[in-house]
């Protein structure tokens, strides 16, 4: 499968669960099994790793060191696709990440202060149906949501306008992380499906993802079998954290990254691309069954779209 088409097997995957009740061909709706062995990987130096905020309400960083990995799924991988391989090595020089992702605050105070109008459209999925909705937008995304919860319904271009205003508060150089970058940051330092293993059973205490919760809301959801507790987004932080200290890197909404989907495979460090190329968003949201929550798992869209399960995180230069 293309990957510039992957969009549509992500929200046609939200339809079939959602929608009819039914699931693709050779998956159960449920937690998909694994049996391959993940591949080694070189061991990431000192997890203990710094935080820090650049003033006194800028999201949390994680200095993460530099290091090298294997990005990808392996071709053993029975929950991988054709556009997660080859799994190949990359290099990843040191940085620092949000160790959230940007609560729905957080950018309501960079649209009062900097006098934003990030648009009235955003595709939701509701009732069962998936479709781009004029009334929808980060403050009213098609579900309930408190402040501490994930900003969602934000393309792109409004996270690059975020990442401006606080650059200039700031004198700082803030940015999207590419797409080796989250991945490593992801999987800090495991080789697995997942931070947490190759078996998807233990996602409820992980991440946010389609569960029993979700079910109880919309009877027609085939949901992972287990609950987190949360029907829709969750507030930042509220599951375990991956070994470098980061939340929700899996699950809770899809985030934004820097990276162009295309020219995948290469070993070389990537650099973040024009707004105007399409753009790689990667981890899995609180709608997806875990089997699609894994480190490995991208895919990409225009930058000027909006979705309401797809949010983002910050990195920064060190």
């Known amino acids: 499968m293309n990957l510039r088409q992957g969009w549509l097997l992500l929200f046609s995957v939200l339809f079939i669960n959602i929608g009819h009740g039914e699931t693709l061909p050779g998956k159960t709706g449920q937690a998909a099994s694994s049996k391959s062995?993940?591949?080694?990987?070189?061991?990431?130096?000192?997890?203990?790793?710094?935080?820090?905020?650049?003033?006194?309400?800028c999201p949390e960083m994680v200095a993460l060191p530099g290091g090298v990995y294997l990005m990808g799924s392996p071709v053993t991988d029975q929950e991988g696709q054709d556009y997660e391989k080859p799994r190949h090595?990359?290099?990843?020089?040191?940085?620092?990440?949000?160790?959230?992702?940007?609560?729905?605050?957080q950018f309501a105070a960079f649209?009062?202060?900097?006098?934003?109008?990030?648009?009235?459209?955003?595709?939701?999925?509701?009732?069962?149906?998936?479709?781009?909705?004029?009334?929808?937008?980060?403050?009213a995304p098609g579900y309930p949501q408190d402040s501490d919860h994930p900003a969602t319904c934000v393309s792109v271009d409004d996270a690059e306008?975020?990442?401006?205003?606080?650059n200039q508060k700031t004198g700082k150089h803030y940015r999207l992380p590419t797409e080796a970058e989250w991945e490593y940051a992801a999987r800090s330092g495991s080789a697995a499906a997942r931070f947490w293993g190759d078996?998807?059973?233990?996602?409820?205490?992980?991440?946010?993802?389609?569960?029993?919760?979700?079910?109880?809301?919309?009877?027609?959801?085939?949901?992972?079998?287990?609950?987190?507790?949360?029907?829709?987004?969750?507030?930042?932080?509220?599951?375990?954290?991956?070994?470098?200290?980061?939340?929700?890197?899996?699950?809770?909404?899809?985030e934004w990254t820097c990276s162009a989907d295309s020219g995948y495979g290469s070993s070389e460090e990537e650099k973040c691309t024009g707004l105007l190329s399409r753009r790689i968003y990667r981890g899995g949201s609180w709608i997806n069954t875990a089997d699609?929550?894994?480190?490995?798992?991208?895919?990409?869209?225009?930058?000027?779209f909006r979705f309401n399960n797809v949010g983002f995180r910050l990195a920064r230069d060190n």
């Not at 020089?93 to 959230?100: D, P």
């Not at 109008?117 to 955003?122: A, Y």
């Not at 306008?161 to 606080?166: D, F, G, H, R, V």
Request: charged share 25%; proline share 6%; hydrophobic share 35%.
């Open 37 to 57: 062995k993940p591949a080694p990987v070189r061991k990431v130096r000192n997890r203990a790793a710094k935080h820090f905020r650049d003033c006194a309400d």
């Open 292 to 304: 699609y929550v894994r480190s490995a798992s991208r895919y990409g869209y225009i930058p000027s």
């Open 161 to 166: 306008a975020y990442i401006k205003w606080l």
């Open 89 to 105: 090595e990359v290099k990843v020089s040191g940085f620092a990440i949000g160790k959230y992702e940007i609560s729905k605050s």
């Open 199 to 254: 078996n998807p059973d233990g996602a409820c205490k992980y991440a946010n993802v389609a569960d029993l919760s979700l079910q109880k809301a919309d009877s027609k959801v085939i949901p992972h079998n287990c609950e987190d507790g949360y029907v829709f987004t969750a507030p930042v932080g509220s599951y375990s954290p991956n070994a470098f200290g980061l939340y929700d890197m899996l699950g809770n909404v899809w």
């Open 111 to 139: 649209v009062e202060a900097a006098n934003y109008n990030p648009g009235n459209e955003c595709w939701t999925m509701e009732a069962g149906k998936g479709e781009m909705r004029s009334n929808r937008n980060w403050s």
